[in-house]
């Protein structure tokens, strides 16, 4: 796996988790936080999100494997996923995919909400873990290869810490417009994100395609 491929993988998983989307719902789930309690939530959404994520790029293919799904067909389903996920960006409102309205509500309720709802399924959720996956599965069992893909995954959860730690400052000089305006940013490349592997996995599901 080369640097490009793991530049493009970094921030093809930028754009999925959208931390400063994500920075308006943090600032809520944390209201009425000390500023070591809101740090202490910002690091353990990180840690979170580096810990999930990892999990599935190296148990994801084997389970794959287990219930018998082809890499292809998963591409597809997950295409199809991520691209509900981009309409819902592109409208610059939470996809149900990543929070229901009971889980907002039960956010605010919760002490541990760097771990449920921001690290699961705010940040590492559906999209992701589709995203990562996949991503390992090109690697084809190859471990030094998906070992690499933890590059990606530690500068995405740094993101995450970066931007909630800075979410105050980041909220008053970009505003709701300003976030709405990178979301939909984001939404439009993980469209695009998502159409590649739809097609991909129709290729490889359906060579004929090709013909």
Do not use: C
């Amino acid at each position: 796996m080369d640097i490009l491929a793991l530049v493009k993988s970094a921030f093809a998983l930028f754009a999925i988790v959208d931390p400063v989307g994500v920075i308006p719902i943090f600032l809520l789930a944390t209201q009425g936080y000390t500023l070591a309690q809101s740090r202490a939530a910002a690091r353990i959404a990180a840690l979170t999100v580096l810990g999930v994520l990892t999990l599935f790029t190296f148990a994801g293919e084997p389970l794959l494997m287990f219930f018998g799904i082809r890499l292809a067909a998963f591409s597809v389903a997950g295409g199809l996923l991520l691209l509900l996920l981009a309409l819902s960006m592109v409208e610059a409102h939470v996809s149900p995919q990543r929070q229901t309205q009971d889980e907002a509500v039960e956010a605010e309720e919760r002490d541990s909400v760097g771990v449920v709802p921001l690290g699961v399924p705010l940040l590492a959720g559906p999209g992701a873990i589709t995203h990562v996956i996949v991503a390992a599965g090109v690697a084809q069992g190859n471990v030094w290869h998906q070992s690499m893909l933890l590059i990606p995954l530690a500068l995405v959860a740094l993101s995450v810490w970066l931007a909630f730690r800075a979410a105050p400052m980041i909220a008053r000089r970009l505003g709701k417009t300003g976030i709405h305006v990178v979301t939909r940013l984001m939404g439009l490349i993980i469209a695009a994100i998502s159409i590649e592997m739809i097609a991909s996995g129709l290729v490889k599901l359906f060579p004929g395609l090709l013909a």
